[in-house]
T-cell receptor
Framework: AQKITQTQPGMFVQEKEAVTLDCTYD???????LFWYKQPSSGEMIFLIY??????QNATEGRYSLNFQKARKSANLVISASQLGDSAMYFC????????????FGGGTRLMVKP | EADIYQTPRYLVIGTGKKITLECSQT?????MYWYQQDPGMELHLIHY???????EKGDLSSESTVSRIRTEHFPLTLESARPSHTSQYLC???????????????FGDGTRLSIL
């Protein structure tokens, strides 16, 4: 079974609107971390936000927030007030002890922001 | 701001050549990683290192090799390049502070490799 699943291969959003990118995960380790990265067409990976499994509050970082639902094993990324520069691939990743503390990446979601 | 550098940014080269992809970081991070990524696809870990003289293979089998003689430097080598090696290669590093569990990996800009 896949450890990280991103079910939306591609999404459109209107500029200035909010968008949610889905991410579900699977682990038996009670201690894990979830990361979101942005990859523009130029190819570099940009770290956006982190959520620890024991964190009581949902992580926020500027226009990015993480909707963490532990019981459902989901960690959706919410981008508020979308900008044209948000058009990119977005990857969800998990670090857990079962994987030797390595990151396992999902398949990514391509977000396209319409003017 | 992450300081991790990869060279070259792009490389187009013929089959059979020996290739070394460079990766250097100035943050003093102990942990370094190499990922392979086909266009629009997920990243696959091919090598990692926990420190000097430590190298391990990742989840995805790769014909490449790595070395870690200095903390800041983690080059990847292909002894004889083939068209199947065409891909993007991304280098990353992370801290070990506090066990490293909540420390993000910082990525370089990647090397886009094309083998003709």
């Amino acid at each position: 079974a896949q450890k990280i699943t991103q079910t939306q291969p591609g999404m459109f959003v209107q500029e200035k609107e909010a968008v949610t990118l889905d991410c579900t995960y699977d682990t038996s380790d009670p201690s894990y971390g979830l990361f979101w990265y942005k990859q523009p067409s130029s190819g570099e990976m940009i770290f956006l936000i982190y959520q620890g499994s024991y964190d009581q509050q949902n992580a926020t970082e500027g226009r990015y927030s993480l909707n963490f639902q532990k019981a459902r094993k989901s960690a959706n990324l919410v981008i508020s007030a979308s900008q044209l520069g948000d058009s990119a691939m977005y990857f969800c990743a998990m670090r857990d002890n079962n994987a030797g503390n390595m990151l396992t990446f999902g398949g990514g979601t391509r977000l396209m922001v319409k003017p | 701001e992450a300081d991790i550098y990869q060279t070259p940014r792009y490389l187009v080269i013929g089959t059979g050549k020996k290739i070394t992809l460079e990766c250097s970081q100035t943050m003093g991070h102990d942990k370094m990683y190499w990922y392979q990524q086909d266009p629009g696809m997920e990243l696959h870990l091919i090598h990692y290192s926990y420190g000097v003289n430590s190298t391990e293979k990742g989840d995805l089998s790769s014909e490449s090799t790595v070395s870690r003689i200095r903390t800041e430097h983690f080059p990847l080598t292909l002894e004889s390049a083939r068209p199947s090696h065409t891909s993007q290669y991304l280098c990353a590093s992370s801290e070990s502070r506090g066990g490293g569990g909540n420390q993000p990996q910082h990525f370089g800009d990647g090397t886009r490799l094309s083998i003709l």
